[in-house]
């Protein structure tokens, strides 16, 4: 049984094949904020990101979480950095780095209100609703994969997709410009938002690999572990 | 001492004088989605609504709580009724009337999205950030504000503001059609969203009572007790 060899893999081994790995994770969601009350929130729970934080950490990765707003507990032994927004979020990747791993796995807003207000926006009478103009927000992944001196080794994205999941995923990875995206199906009837468990596609530039539905802790192993294969065994 | 007073009240008060009493309150934030996995949210924690409908509980009221998402334990011996939306919120605050007293403590969304996308809004390459437009809310406080036959005795609004508290409030109070406002300031720097303590103005139609800073807990009770007199001594 393939899981069975993984928890094996994490309660046997006693070396640490990440050892001295430098590793920043992102994960949770960004908020977004439209005036002082309101914000732009998404249903990322931050589980998937912390399992895998947690699990580097395990096989003795140097871990840096980079997490917006969640309800989790610090994962034990690594070093998490509270953010908000998405921009927020960027310049704290950036002072993680330099970086041997970069592993994406927030749900960073891609935008943001083009003018956030200082008062909240006020309610009139007889009035239309107000029209948001938003500006994208900086997007994480691509400046992380940008090929340069600061470049992780390894840079491995998310993406949460509710149609055509592998063919999204795929045109991300070539758009982004990152080594493999492990994409999953976020639809509202999969209950992957906020559950426990995960059905993850990796892609890597030679193809889809499909993962069984597993715990989100299941899966965070699963990838420790082939990271851990492709930096000693180069698979 | 004014809060000693109202502890004891509710130690030593054998007797429930809001026994029978239908109470409904609303408390938290609404939810609005624009996509499968984003949604607009306010920074409501929903700690001063779940203390009212405690108190009222306390106090021998037959207490429906509707709340939108929290993180909060429902309080004991109340009908928790958790929805998203506010249009989901109005339905539910609909189905519990006939009620006595409603204390819409809620920070309901002023306005959702005009056409919630059914797939996850896609971020293209080179091209610009969408623009939402918005459509008003069913305004909850005022819809149950509105005289006839199923208003309850004594509605009670929150303004939640960031300037001209008491003005915004006063206003407020005559444009919903509601007994007593009680307004504060959520400006970020009070720390109100989301912490312990509240300062609050209580607005009827003789004018403002600005209470002391205080627990959520004890204007929670202060609240309750002054609704008891309302009711039993009619002031």
Redesign the interface.
């Known amino acids: 049984e393939i899981l069975g060899a993984i928890e094996d893999y994490f309660s046997t081994s006693s070396e640490k094949p990440l050892a001295g790995i430098k590793t920043l994770v992102t994960a949770g969601p960004t ?1 977004e904020a ?1 005036d ?9 729970s931050g589980k998937q990101g912390y399992a895998i934080a947690q699990t580097m950490q395990q096989l003795g990765a140097d871990v840096t979480l980079v997490s917006g707003p969640t ?1 989790l507990s610090p994962p034990q032994g690594v070093n998490v950095i509270k953010i908000t927004s998405a921009e927020e979020m960027l310049a704290a990747c950036q002072n993680a780095l330099p970086a041997d791993i970069a592993i994406c796995a927030a ?1 960073v ?3 943001r209100i ?1 003018e956030q207000s200082e ?5 009139k ?1 007889n009035e239309e ?8 927000n900086p997007d994480i992944l691509a400046i992380l994969s940008k090929p340069g001196p600061k470049r992780p080794g390894l840079v491995i994205g998310f993406a ?4 055509q999941v592998t063919e ?1 995923a795929i045109s991300k990875r070539e ?1 982004k410009g990152c080594d493999w995206i492990l994409a999953n199906d ?3 009837e999969t209950g992957t ?1 906020g559950g426990d468990e995960n059905t993850l596609f990796l892609i890597d530039k030679s193809g889809v690999d499909q993962w069984h539905k597993m715990t989100k802790d299941a899966a965070a192993k699963k990838l420790s572990k082939r990271i851990a294969d492709h930096l000693t065994l180069n698979v």
Do not use: M
């Open positions: 908020h439209l002082p009350v309101r914000y732009i929130a998404n249903h990322s309800q749900a807003a891609d935008w083009a008062q909240k926006i006020k309610k009478n609703a107000p029209t948001l103009n938003f500006v994208q949460a997709e509710t149609e999204n758009r976020v639809s509202p938002f």
